[in-house]
């Protein structure tokens, strides 16, 4: 067996480390070594990306989005499920991940509708090769107070304007209302709108 091979050093400014090299079996070793700590593990093909901690900016703006998105599933009477960062991925796949949040819309299933990625580093795995694989059918990623969409369409991700899943939503109001920086006002403003435009 191989012994994995650091790309690079972590050092304060690094919030991630990248491994190369690391079978399933020593993924799940390290699974086993880092529970109860705030590491989080991307897995692709023999790389292995190790995260920790996640920054206040990235809980944050993960959770104002939650939030948001939520008010309008609610509000639309949408029926949905958070799943939270549950971990999906298998052996099979040579790929594990735990996204920043999920859902599925309408029924339970064993992997999600629609995920979320804050992204506040760049670099490092590309998620959406992992979740490709996985036919997750829709990924958000928030950066920089900008929200892009990502619909699966065949075997391949494309970048649209408006989500397939939610088609009624208006993602700029979304957006707009996300970059607020009271979570509480943000929320209650938006939420207000959504109800009054019903």
């Known amino acids: 067996m191989s012994s994995p091979v650091l ?3 972590t050092t304060s400014e690094t919030s991630y480390v990248i491994l190369y090299n690391v079978s399933w079996e020593q993924l799940e070793q390290l699974d086993i070594a880092l529970a109860g700590t705030s590491a989080r593990l991307t897995y692709l093909d023999g790389i292995l990306e190790i995260m920790s901690p996640l920054s ?3 809980e944050d703006n993960k959770k104002t989005l939650a939030m948001l998105l939520e008010v309008y599933m609610r509000t639309e009477k949408i029926r949905f499920y958070g799943r939270g960062s549950a971990t999906i991925g298998k052996k099979e796949d040579k790929t594990r991940r735990e996204p920043d949040e999920s859902y599925n819309l309408g029924t339970k299933k064993p992997i999600p509708d629609l995920i979320l990625e804050i992204t506040v580093t760049s670099g490092g795995i590309n998620k959406l090769e992992i979740y490709q694989r996985l ?8 950066e920089d107070g900008l929200l892009s969409i990502y619909c699966l369409q065949g075997d391949s991700y494309t970048k649209v304007t408006k989500s397939t899943l939610l088609p009624d939503l208006n993602l700029d109001l979304l957006a707009k209302y996300a970059r607020v920086a009271d979570q509480y006002d943000a929320v209650n403003e938006y939420s207000r709108i959504i109800k009054n435009s019903n």
């Open 7 to 9: 790309e690079k050093p």
């Open 56 to 58: 206040d900016d990235h």
């Open 135 to 142: 036919q997750v059918p829709e990924v958000w990623f928030w």
